[in-house]
């Protein structure tokens, strides 16, 4: 199994996609300009306590208040609390952490009104991104991820993920990070620490406790500001899914392929060779085929083996799956066997839609019907086999007895939405187009505006296949060079098949997007 991934990066988004055995795993898309992260730290301001619900609203800078439940702050909260007030009034060095005296953890089951209260200034952390109408989330158990550890303030503790399976290496890791943590720091040992030595996860732990105190030591007051950022969402999957299996790491942008593989040179030297800068005028997505892998599985309607397809609906509760099994011919003496074919194909593609679309809270399934009980567990432990490579935390039932599978999956990110159906470019969803002999004259028209205001010597024109082959047509006289001469520049016409049939697009010799003058 080889994993690659390939990295989108435009002036307003980075889209990530992750391939397995090139099929399309995952996608990412975030904004350069991404605020309110999972894992961003910030100071924030209680604005409303919510006695009832046992939570309190914190301003955090976003537009709408983030959500703080009383279980979410944490046990060390007092502790916390009394360093922050500390950093905000000190003046001279900051205490140490691990000589600082620690307070009694808070009561599990207390009141949210006995610890917080409006205009207090608190640490917190993004649990959950701003999701439709929706806050952030917001926990005040503090951590700060590495690749192979987790690094708690003042938890003063050290867990082993239940992942790593030898009891020896558990005990190994769980003695090896009790004798080189400072005091008043807890860990949490990730599954990729296995097998490492000590150096290098002394250095990661070292990197974290730095991180953490120079926040402090360069404290400045003001709420909300954010105290501690997330490193960006390409690194983070990096550091999240980095492993023997990746084959290739490629981008298409040079600044953020040299922060790649500096990132990558940092925590696994070895893998450094596999970050490749892609150089072609043609679209990375076209190049890797994700673009038509995206048009094929984001829409309602997903097919996936020999005519059987699902239907996928999103509703404000919960999203609804449902697996027909379409024109597959069998016998009705063997429709059993049919079912539990066609249900054990559609467990692999909802398991993979489910990771790609990012779906999370409740997803109820409608599998084809089986009578058999045996085959009923079969499909089960499939599924639960498929979902135990998903990062997000999930529970599954087994199947009801109106075949129904009901599954939870964490979400802490808003659902990947790509709409693959389009309006017509030209009639713009109206049932009317110009003269189809006008198009190339529209073309022209935008090409000569475009020069005559910014007078470039060389314009790349990227429009669908089909009319990329026309204006090329021609090997001595072509429509394209009769442009060029006309214009005076050069004219390249590339094709995409992202681009509707009758959409354009002009670029700069640098590969930046012109505007196009209507």
Known sequence: MSNELVIDASASEIAI?????????????????????????????????????NAAFVDVGYEKDAFLHYLDLGPQFSTLGKFLNIAQSRKGKMIPVPKFKRDPDINKEGKITDTLKVGQTVIVQIAKEPISTKGPRLASEISLAGRNLVLMPFADKVSVSSKIEPQEEKDRLKNLLLSIKPKNYGV??????EGKKVAELDAELRGLVDRWENAFENFKPGVPRLLIGEINRTSAILRDMLNGNFENIVVNEENIYHEIRQYIQEIAPEKSKIVKLFQSSEPIFDKFGIERQIKSLFGKTVSFK??????????????????????????DSDQESNALDVNLAAAEEIARQLRLRDMGGIIVVDFIDMHSNEHKQMLYEKMKELMAKDRAKNHILPLSKFGLMQITRQRVR????????????????????????????????????????????????????????????????????????????????TSSISNNLLEFKVFDKAGDEVDILL
Request: glycine share 6%; aromatic share 6%; net charge positive.
């Open 188 to 193: 949490i040992v990730r599954t990729a620490a």
């Open 306 to 331: 020999s005519g059987a397809y699902l239907i996928i609906e999103h509703t404000e509760a919960l999203h609804v799956i449902d697996v027909n099994s379409g024109n597959r011919s069998k016998s």
């Open 414 to 493: 808003p659902e990947m939405h790509i709409e693959t159906n389009e309006n017509c470019p030209s009639c713009h969803g109206t049932g009317k187009v110009e003269s189809t002999l006008l198009y190339t004259d529209t073309i022209k028209t935008q090409l000569k505006l475009i020069q005559d205001k910014y007078h470039l010597k060389h314009i790349i024109l990227r429009t669908h296949p089909f009319i990329a082959a026309y204006l090329n047509r021609g090997i001595f006289s072509s429509i394209r060079k009769e442009w060029g001469k006309e214009l005076g520049c050069s004219i390249k016409v």
């Open 17 to 53: 996609a992750l391939l397995e055995n090139k099929k399309l795993l995952e996608l990412n898309k975030e904004k350069t300009d991404t605020k309110f992260t999972v894992g961003d730290i910030y100071l924030g301001k209680v604005k409303k306590i919510m006695p009832g619900l």
